[in-house]
């Protein structure tokens, strides 16, 4: 194990001492889906942890179960073995204390506005009141740049818009951890560098936690502070990477290109050694 896969346990925290136990923990994971006629296995044994203010990135190859960890984070699926805890508390069933934010462009629903899109899911927890819940969605509305789009439908904006609004929808909800499930995958290149820019600008002023599925390498070092990588079929913990020195503007240099280069070796070599100890 060399120093970029020593296990981080510091993340930087917006203020103050840090907490003396993780916001989330997920503990000897292991997820199943029971298909017709047998089980699929997504994940085996995963076990990290995430702590206050982390942007941590699960990263690994098409079905690792990366969107199945965060499932089971959400709280859409029950692990067959291990536990996910939240601030110490096992979570059971989905809660307004974890919100997702997913890849497709049609999560908005098309017949409300911006500013109504942002407001409905904080105003349907209960939490707040009509007015107070437009006055949030219209605060987070404006950390998204789209203060001028607030009485806009989704149908009028563009890809990298209706994210921005989906972002800001979760955001509102004030939720302890952020879901991101490849959120700017379907976006083009120029939109997604924006849009990975937007969103570490609104964590350097929000300090929310973060965590982010990615098949990226790039973006899994530009967006993380940590990252853990994973083998796939069924998922297994490779490593745990720091990675909070990079950043948009280390994009195209020798030291980011050879931590990206590391990062590809150490998930493709090892499935590679996996694949052989299994024929
Ligand atoms: N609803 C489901 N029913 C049965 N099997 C499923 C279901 N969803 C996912 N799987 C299987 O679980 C495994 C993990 O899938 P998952 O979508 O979590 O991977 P992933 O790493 O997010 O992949 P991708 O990057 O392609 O989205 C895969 O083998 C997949 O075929």
């Not at 994973?230 to 280390?250: K, Q, V, Y």
């Amino acid at each position: 194990m060399d120093a970029m896969t020593v296990p981080t346990r510091q993340p930087s925290w917006a203020n103050g001492a840090p907490p003396s136990s993780p916001l989330l923990s997920v503990e000897g994971v292991t997820l199943e889906y029971q298909v017709p006629g047998r089980v699929v296995r997504a994940t085996q044994n995963v076990s990290f942890a995430v702590w206050e203010a982390d942007r941590f990135i699960l990263l690994g190859a098409s079905g690792c179960g990366k969107s199945t960890l965060l499932k089971a984070v959400g709280g859409f699926l029950v692990p067959r073995t291990g536990r996910i805890l939240l601030d110490g508390r096992p979570v059971h069933d989905p809660g307004p204390d974890r919100v997702v934010v997913f890849q497709e462009f049609d999560q908005l629903p098309p017949w409300k506005t911006v500013r109504e899109n942002v407001a409905f899911p904080v105003r349907a927890s209960g939490r707040l009141n009509r007015k107070e819940a437009l006055e949030r969605a219209e605060h987070y509305i404006e950390k998204v740049g789209l203060t001028r789009f607030a009485d806009a439908y989704p149908n009028t904006l563009s890809g990298g818009m209706k994210q921005r609004v989906a972002i800001a929808r979760a955001l509102a909800m004030e939720p302890r951890i952020l879901l991101m499930d490849e959120p700017f995958a379907a976006l083009d290149a120029l939109t997604r560098r924006k849009m990975q820019e937007e969103l570490l600008a609104l964590w350097e002023e929000v300090r929310f936690t973060l965590l982010f599925v990615t098949h990226s390498i790039e973006e899994a070092l530009v967006v993380g502070n940590r990252i853990a990588l994973l083998s796939p079929h069924p998922g297994r913990m490779r490593a745990e990477i720091n990675s909070h020195e990079w950043d948009l503007a280390s994009g195209g240099s020798p030291q980011f290109q050879a931590a990206a280069n590391r990062i590809h070796d150490l998930l493709f070599e090892s499935a590679e050694v996996e694949e052989e100890n299994h024929d």
